[in-house]
């Protein structure tokens, strides 16, 4: 039981280029999330799914496009990468009844 | 508004006192409020969490304290030890659904 994964855990990507995040889980969880965290501003919820085939954007979505097909992934890209959007991602994931958020490592990443 | 404000930002404790951490937040469509621990280098993990049909809940040396009408919750460990230096963060879930986090504390408590 792996919990919550991501890949890759560190990336360094140049102004414009393109990438994809993912998160896996394998407890089944009906919610997933993205966040981005930098320093002295917490976690800051980029977008979310309720289950498998939705998704719905949050505070800050803006240069980030998400895709759930399958239950047990949730996929975050970056279409064109801007250095605002150096930072450390963190995907969860919990169940519909129980509120608690399960977190994955973490990626760290770097556009210059 | 979905914002929850913490502070303090920094919090310096010696072995064995009290560290107190304070939230506030102003939508009422908020229904759970969790307080996360996070180690660098490391993903949150969930500490303890509280409905607010409930004014405190205790987990160990950790309590929440919850004021439904000042909109207000707080976080005190007890008998804190150096291996609860970590950053700390309060949120609260939005009709079931997504979470707003406050920004963090940063907890150290010294040998």
């Known amino acids: 039981n792996a919990g919550v994964t991501q890949t890759p855990k560190f990336r360094v990507l140049k102004t414009g280029q393109s990438m994809t995040l993912l998160c896996a889980q394998d407890?089944?969880?009906?919610?997933m999330y993205w966040y981005r965290q930098d320093p002295g501003m917490g976690l800051r919820l980029i977008h979310y799914s309720v289950g498998e085939g939705t998704t719905a954007k949050g505070e800050v979505p803006d240069g980030y496009n998400v895709s759930r097909l399958k239950k047990q992934n949730f996929l975050l890209g970056l279409e064109s990468a801007a250095p605002s959007q150096t930072s450390v991602y963190f995907c969860?994931?919990?169940?519909?009844?129980?509120?608690?958020?399960?977190f994955g490592p973490g990626t760290r990443l770097t556009v210059t | 508004q979905q914002q929850v404000k913490q502070s303090p930002q920094s919090l310096i404790v010696q072995k064995g006192g009290i560290s107190i951490i304070n939230c506030a937040y102003e939508n009422t469509a908020f229904d759970y409020f969790p307080w996360y621990q996070q180690f660098p280098g490391k993903g949150p993990a969930l500490l303890i969490a509280i409905r607010p049909d409930v004014s405190e809940k205790k987990e160990g040396r950790f309590t929440i304290s919850f004021n439904k009408s000042a909109k207000q919750f707080s976080l005190h460990i007890m008998d804190s030890q150096p291996g609860d230096s970590a950053t700390y963060f309060c949120a609260a879930l939005h009709y079931g659904q997504n979470f707003v986090f406050g920004p963090g504390t940063r907890l150290s408590v010294l040998p």
């Open positions: 407890m089944n969880h009906e919610y």
């Open positions: 969860a994931s919990r169940g519909p009844v129980s509120y608690e958020q399960y």
